[in-house]
């Protein structure tokens, strides 16, 4: 799922990112400042594999799929958009 500007992320951490970004940035551009520290930031919670992998990697991804929830995307804008949706109608924890 590393196609050109895919790839998956931790779920929750990014919601978490995206909810601080809202509640930091000034009402009139708010949206577009979210939208571009975001694209630049994504990657952050990047979940990486590697090919040949040990149970430790594999043991981590499992641990964040079973708590962070993952998301997989095939461009970068979209998944910022949906990001965007989910911090926007989902309770802080």
């Keep these: ?3 050109l500007n895919g790839g998956v992320v931790r779920l ?7 909810q601080r970004l809202l ?3 000034d009402v009139g551009d708010r949206v577009d400042s979210v939208k571009s520290k975001l694209l630049s930031r994504l990657h ?3 979940i990486r594999y590697l090919e040949k992998s040990g149970t430790h990697t594999k043991g981590d991804n499992s641990f964040y ?3 962070d929830g993952f998301l997989a995307y095939r461009c ?6 949906i990001l965007l949706h989910l911090a926007n109608n989902m309770s802080v924890e």
């Design 76 to 81: 970068k804008d979209m998944a910022v958009e």
């Design 44 to 46: 952050k919670f990047q």
């Design 65 to 67: 799929c079973n708590t």
């Design 12 to 18: 929750r951490p990014a919601i978490h990112f995206v």
């Design 1 to 3: 799922m590393n196609a």
């Design 23 to 25: 509640d930091a940035s």
